[in-house]
C-alpha cells in the first residue's frame, strides 16, 4: 500500500481486502516468509539472505492466525458493501490452505490434491519437515498446529482444454448443437479406450514444470503415436498424463513426510474440475492405487474461509466442528487392482521418457528463443 508515495505496510491481496473492511493491517502465518514456521514473527535471516535491509521488516503487518478476529467492519466499509458495522473480520489464510480444510483436510497424514487449472498435490502432518532439494513446500495450515506440504504442476486440466480448443472444434460444435457438455462427450471417449492408451505417453508440461522437479525448459509431449491411434487415445492419454504427474508428485511428498509410514492403501481428497469427471477419477485412483474420496460442494476454498470465520466469531469452537458441519462425501472411487498394477510398469516408462527428454528440452529451448 502506498500513502503520499511513502509505502507504509506490505500486504497480499485478501490483506488488502481486510484492511479495506477494517482500517488495520494484518496477514497471517500461511502468508509469512520465515524459515523456521513454528517461530512467531518474520525471519530476518530470509532478509539478509536476500540483501534486504532489516529496517523494511517494519513494512510487514501483524500477524493474526486465520481463526482469529484481525478487525471488524468500519463505518466507511459498513456503507459500501452492506455489511453491519462492527460485523468480525476473520483473519483468513492462503487459498491452497483454505480449499484443504473446505473439503475436510485437516487430519495427519491426509492427502489432498486439487486437480485445476494447476495440479495441486499436498498432506498434512504435524510437524514441518523441510525438504533439502526445495520441491515440496511447507506451509503452515489454517488449522492450529498443522502443517501442508505441497508439490504442484504447473498444468493440470488446461492440458485437456488446450487440446479440445485446438483437435476437437467439431466436438465444440457437436456440444453446443446438442446441447451436451464438451466434457462430457471427451468422458465418453475416454472411456471407450482401454488403460494405457494403447501405447501413447502425453506429458503435462505445456508450461514446463515446477513439481516434481524444476525444469522451465520442459514441453508436453505425445509418445508412441501411431497409424492406428486416434484422438480417443490421445485424449486417454491426456487423462492418464496428469495422473501420471499426479503420482509423480505424491511420491516426492511421501518420501519427504512418511518414509518410515507404509501407505499401501492410501486415501486422496480430490477437488478441482477435473472432479467433475468420474472416468478421469478412476483413472487417478488406478493409477496412485488409491481410494479417491470427492467431497460434496464446490468453491471448498471459500468453504475453508467460511468455517474460519465461524471459528473466529465463536459458532464453532473448533476446526472439527466446522468441517462436521459442512463436509459430506459425494462419491468415492477404489482403485481397480489389475489395472494399477498395469499403472505401475506404465508410470515407469513415463518417468524414463521424460528423464531422457532432460537435455533434449534445453535444445528445444534454444530454438524457440531464437524463432520468437
Known sequence: MRINNFITSYLSCKDWIKFCL????????????????RKEGYSSE??????????????FPPVIPAWKVAGTVNSRAAKETGLKEDTPVASGGYDVCSTALGAGVINDFQLFAVIGTAGIYAAVARKPIFDPNRLVSVNPHVVPNLYLFNCQSKTATVNLDWFINEFCKDLLVEAKEKGKNIYDICNELVSKVPPGANGVFYHPYLQGEIGPFV??????????????????????????GVGYSMLDN????????????KLQKKEITVVGGGAQ???????????NNSTIIVPDGEEFGCRGAAINAGV???LFKNHKEGVDAFFRIKKILSPRKEVSEKYKQ???????????????WEEIASLQAYNS
Open 22 to 37: 477494517t482500517g488495520t493491517f494484518s496477514t497471517d502465518p500461511t502468508m509469512m516468509f520465515e524459515t523456521e514456521p
Open 46 to 59: 530470509i532478509f539478509d539472505i536476500l540483501g534486504i535491509d532489516e529496517k523494511y521488516l517494519d513494512l
Open 215 to 240: 525444469k522451465p525448459s520442459a514441453r508436453a509431449m505425445f509418445t508412441g503415436i501411431s497409424l492406428w491411434h486416434k484422438r480417443e487415445h490421445m485424449l486417454r492419454a491426456i487423462y492418464e
Open 250 to 261: 505424491f511420491q516426492k511428498i511421501c518420501e519427504l513426510l512418511f518414509p518410515s509410514v
Open 277 to 287: 469427471s468420474e472416468a478421469w477419477l478412476q483413472i487417478l485412483a488406478d493409477i
Open 312 to 314: 473466529a466469531a465463536n
Open 346 to 360: 506404465l508410470f515407469e516408462i513415463y518417468r524414463k521418457i521424460y528423464q531422457s527428454f532432460w537435455t533434449i
